[in-house]
């Protein structure tokens, strides 16, 4: 079961949020600095600001950089977790940003004969943050990663070489490998999805998240070896292009891989794969020969699911209670502040949707159940001010009434509609 949600922000002139300026929910010592990115990470103060736009303990839908020097230590890497905590800033008298659980270089765990943390290191780190409990800024538990210490990457490397021989064309007879693909992908234009699919082969690094039956796909990294530049395989699927399910294999470092997907350099600054790519061997075996027996998928995508109609998905024409028919969830999906609006596309009535600069306010459709398929959904938004917007479309699935993890798309808006297709 799942809620399709449009998440908003009053009056801000881009997605999200602007991390450099402080919210209104408070203060912080020190100037912030940084947009996040890997050329241009946080410091300590923006990844606060940036941290306190986001609602209690509901996690950033994407990774974002932070930099900054070690200030004290909270827990000491070890091998007992491979993981450490420590707090960072730009020096003593600025505001510190608590640096949860992070793993060690390579998004791997620390080993013994890794160094040891210091006070006065500086670090990059990789992470998905969140506002703990509402009033803690931080990182999240083991979705953090040191990307350099003191200048030094993983490899060895200053922060930003490619190391390692470039090597394939991207066809299925010779993939490329991780150094030829982080090329490639690097010279795409920012957020521009190849217009082709590409194999790539390498052997498993570390893996950022499992193949699991929530999504089905998985998301780790694959180099030639452990002196190699990687390359970040996302949420990839299955043989065959199917979800992973109980009961298929799972990767595990060391193997090496074939896959088959689009490429991205998201935010212009992380090559990787589109999601949606398929797994297409493991140590040589494929989901057709090599040992590797296929099971079949269980439902099979229906090939014309149909369409979830305005008659059924609600317009805005009909209200009871306040909220438009059909747009009111049992679960949190759907947090917003509703008023009916006479300024629509068709029809007569539109709705408004209540926005915050501090959090994400959502329209949240009712809970439905669909078949496998593939769907599209429409809509016209606009902002209601010269100041901006922006809207956000996803969906969030839904299990015994409480709303899981978020996936969104962002757009920003202006006072001219905008029609947007997903």
């Known amino acids: 079961m799942a809620a399709f949600t449009f998440s908003s922000c009053e009056d801000v002139p881009e997605p999200y949020t602007q991390p450099t300026k402080p919210d209104a929910g408070g203060t912080t010592e020190g100037e912030p600095k940084g947009t996040g990115t890997a050329a241009d990470p946080f410091n300590s103060i923006a990844a606060i600001n940036y941290c306190k736009t986001l609602e209690a303990g509901v996690e950033s839908d ?13 827990e000491q890497f070890s091998t007992n977790f491979g993981n450490g905590s420590f707090y960072i800033a730009d020096d ?19 080993t013994a004969s890794d160094p040891e943390l210091k006070e006065g290191d500086e670090v990059v780190v990789c992470a998905k943050v969140m506002n703990y409990m509402g009033n803690t800024p931080e990182t999240v538990a083991n979705k953090t990663y040191l990307v350099s210490l003191n200048g030094k990457t993983a490899d060895g490397s200053g922060s930003g070489d490619i190391t390692g021989t470039a090597k394939g064309d991207g066809s299925a007879a010779n993939p490329f490998n991780s150094v030829a693909a982080q090329k490639y992908t690097a010279a795409l234009e920012s957020g521009v999805v190849s217009d082709k699919e590409f194999y790539i082969k390498g052997k498993v690094q570390s893996i950022k998240e499992q193949f699991s039956a929530s999504f089905g796909n998985g998301s780790f990294y694959i180099a030639d070896d452990a002196n190699s530049t990687q390359f970040y395989i996302f949420r990839i699927y299955y043989f065959g292009g199917e979800k992973w399910k109980e009961g298929d ?53 229906d090939p014309t699911p149909g369409e979830v109609t305005t008659s059924e998905n609600g317009g805005f ?9 059909n747009w009111k969830t049992v679960s949190t999906a759907g947090n917003a502040t509703l008023s009916q609006s006479e300024d629509a596309h068709s029809g007569k009535y539109s709705v408004k949707v209540g926005g915050s600069a501090n959090a994400n306010k959502r329209l949240g459709y009712k809970e439905i159940t669909l078949k496998a398929g593939e769907y599209k959904v429409k809509f016209y938004a606009k902002a209601v001010s010269e100041k901006g917007a922006s809207v956000c479309p996803g969906i969030v699935p839904v299990t015994d009434g409480k709303a899981g993890i978020y996936i969104y798309m962002v757009s920003t808006l202006t006072t001219s509609r905008i029609q947007s297709g997903n």
């Not at 060391?254 to 689009?262: L, Q, R, S």
């Open 62 to 74: 994407k990774e974002v950089y932070i930099k900054g020097k070690v200030v004290s230590i909270k």
């Open 92 to 110: 003593e008298s600025s505001e510190k940003f608590y640096i949860f659980r992070s793993l060690y270089l390579g998004n791997k765990k620390w």
């Open 249 to 301: 294999m799972t990767l595990k470092e060391g193997d090496e891989i074939v896959v088959c997907a689009k490429l991205i350099n998201y935010m212009g600054n992380t090559p990787e794969t589109n999601q949606g790519g398929k797994l297409i061997s493991v140590n040589g075996k494929t989901s057709t020969g090599g040992g590797e027996v296929k099971p079949d998928p269980d439902p099979k995508p």
């Open 317 to 325: 024409e009909t209200w009871a209670d306040g909220k438009p028919t």
